[in-house]
């Protein structure tokens, strides 16, 4: 009972710790605002080298044609989505737009952080419109409190999640299964994300692995069912993973990957596309696969959170980004697909020196069952089959996060409880000396007044 207080207590304190400093980090960017009028300006909060940022000068461009109106774009990453929530849940931060994954967004969605979409463009056209049914659809897994997802979110990337492998340090038929992180003879070789969504998901499927052959559940079931013996199982098989593991990562494992570091790792499809181009360059070969047992499906949507100030702003550059053209420069930077089903990104995609041919009719619509396009970025529809999307934990957030910290050993916690610490005297630090500078600054200001 001790060591379970003391766990949440810890809990609290790394809860905290991300409201303090998302607070200071508030109070560092909103100096960038004050001399604008808030209304001309557009606070933007994405994923790192997750947008062609030539477009953050462009838009301004565009919307003065569009509006008759100036704005000027703030922009901000993070590389967490517990950041970014924080940021916005707890900091109150008024950014315009954020970029969550679909299972924070559900979690705004259910704590009443997100503003509906205006789709009122007056004369310029709706380019909202141009959204693959297959991801729309799946909006509909989250809606929450009688809020329907798809009139607060508008879909950006999406794919689905595998294993990045070298092909001269593993067979490619090992890399099919799951099995191959569990494996003892590839210890030491492999990451695994640094994130429990992907690796719960990974667990219980591994885990589920005869269920779900024989029927009796589902890819969907074991990674959304949270029951108690759910949770036990994933802990049971992430105990045992561990040991395995080279490490966790959060993004250094594709650049590890190209540098032939490591034999295999967890990555998401738009990471395996960067890698495995980066990797031919300097001579190592790199493939990706989806398990045969199931993973999961995901992507990234734009919302507009509950304190933002340019709301305006904020819907004219949603529409924007959904041009076709502007989709495909963001697909060329990120390496993802964008939710953008248009004709034009069809044939942008489209490879006639392939030789394989892939359906993609789940996604362009029928009549696209025999495409000449990457299957690393566009899955087969066999692929996605066999894939679930992740919906949020909920009321079941706390138990999971306690799960994770047991699975991932201890020590987490004593390393983490020092990591606080400092952060929280540097950053005590960093507001006594801005205070001083500030006072100082003032009495400079008074004293030439006089």
Known sequence: ????????????????????????????????????????????????????????????????????????????????????????????????????????????????????????????????????????????????????????????????????????????????????????????????????????????????????????????????????????LVEKELKTLKPNLAGWEADFGKEMMTKGEIWFCYAWNGDAVWAIEEAAEVGVNLDFAVPSEGSNVWFDCWVIPKYAKNTKAANYFLNYICRPDIALRNMDVSGYCSAVASTEILEAVTDSTLEETYNLSYFFGPGNDSLRVNPVQYPDKSVVDRCAIINDYLDKNDEVLEMWSRAKGDNLFGGMTFMIIAVIVLLAGWIILRQAQKAKSKKRRSGRRK
């Open 1 to 232: 009972m001790k060591d379970k207080m003391r766990k949440n207590n810890l809990i609290r304190l790394i809860q905290s710790t991300f409201v303090f400093a998302a607070l200071i980090a508030v109070n560092c960017f909103s100096t960038q605002v004050q001399a604008q009028e808030r209304n001309e300006v557009l606070k933007i909060y994405n994923w790192a080298d997750y947008i062609d940022e030539d477009l953050l000068t462009e838009f301004p461009v565009w919307y003065k044609e569009q509006t008759g109106e100036n704005v000027k774009i703030v922009f901000q990453v993070f590389d967490m989505n517990e950041v970014m929530y924080t940021k916005i849940a707890m900091g109150q931060e008024d950014f315009d737009l954020a970029c969550p994954t679909q299972a924070v967004m559900q979690r705004m969605l259910h704590n009443d952080l997100l503003l509906p979409i205006d789709q009122n463009f007056g004369n310029t056209p709706n380019y909202m419109n141009n959204m693959s049914p297959f991801i729309i659809d799946r909006l509909d897994d989250f809606n929450a409190k009688g809020k329907n997802a798809a009139e607060y979110a508008i879909p950006y990337m999406w794919g689905v999640s595998g294993i990045l492998y070298n092909t001269e340090k593993v067979n490619k038929s090992e890399m099919q299964s799951w099995g191959c992180f569990w494996d003892q003879k590839n210890k030491g070789k492999m990451l695994m994300k640094d994130s429990y969504w992907d690796a719960y998901a990974t667990a219980a499927v591994w885990g589920y692995r005869n269920e779900i052959a024989a029927g009796k559940r589902s890819v969907y079931s074991v990674t959304n069912d949270h029951s108690q013996a759910d949770i036990n």
